[in-house]
């Protein structure tokens, strides 16, 4: 139980260009789904926390015109990534907490995002 | 601001040594969570601790957290290459988690 999946799994788009990430949770429903960014060898960067039926909870530095998040229901979170430059390549990932309230989160497979 | 001090960040060992990872905070954490991921992957959730003192075991992983739930560290003995990962610790309070720098851990065969 308490899968997380991300699609696309890897990208490449041309700077000026959007994408889009999905994050689901299969198995279970979640309320909070988080979105993180990480560089390599590094630890995880939360950017955004994503609520359902409300707007999204950004992180200090993080700009909400350019990491649009939508999180249209109880298993889908939408990461998009607006007018992309080289320097937004990264490795996002979701993660998701279940609506029966524990404290762990549950983390997607990742996106790796390169911007040529 | 809430901070995880992670140490060390990296690690190199032989196939069969033992290693600890620590976990330290000013701040106290409701819970404590340890993850552990590859290269290219999401983390892995490995355990969760949230009463002071606690220790759980997962093989050959102990985990345990402080006694004031501000600290943790987590206990491999005889590693195996199969341990390779970068080992992240991260605490929860208002919902968000905190997480530490990671350890990179690299078992040598």
């Known amino acids: 139980g308490a899968v997380v999946s991300q699609h696309p799994s890897w990208v490449i788009c041309k700077s000026g260009t959007s994408v889009k990430i999905e994050c689901r949770s299969l198995?279970?429903?979640?309320?909070?789904m988080f979105w993180y960014r990480q560089f390599p060898k590094q630890s995880l960067m939360l950017m955004a926390t994503s609520n359902e039926g409300s707007k999204a909870t950004y992180e200090q530095g993080v700009e909400k015109d350019k990491f649009l998040i939508n999180h249209a229901s109880l298993t889908l979170s939408t990461l998009t990534v607006t007018s992309a430059h080289p320097e937004d390549s990264s490795f996002y990932i979701c993660s998701a907490k279940s609506i029966a309230g524990r404290s762990e989160q549950y983390f997607g497979p990742g996106t790796r995002l390169t911007v040529t | 601001t809430q901070l995880l001090e992670q140490s060390p960040q990296f690690l190199s060992i032989q196939e069969g040594e033992n290693l600890t990872v620590y976990c330290n905070s000013s701040?106290?954490?409701?819970?404590l969570q340890w993850y552990r991921q590859e290269p290219g992957e999401g983390p892995v959730l490995l355990v969760t601790v949230v009463t002071g003192g606690e220790v759980k075991k997962l093989k050959r992983l102990t985990f345990q957290f402080g006694d004031a739930r501000k600290d943790s560290s987590l206990h491999i003995t005889a590693a195996q290459p199969g341990d390779t990962g970068l080992y992240l610790c991260?605490?929860?309070?208002?919902?968000?988690?905190?997480f530490g720098q990671g350890t990179t851990l690299q078992v040598k065969p």
């Open positions: 198995d279970f429903q979640a309320t909070t």
């Open positions: 991260a605490g929860g309070n208002t919902g968000k988690l905190i």
């Open positions: 701040s106290v954490f409701s819970s």
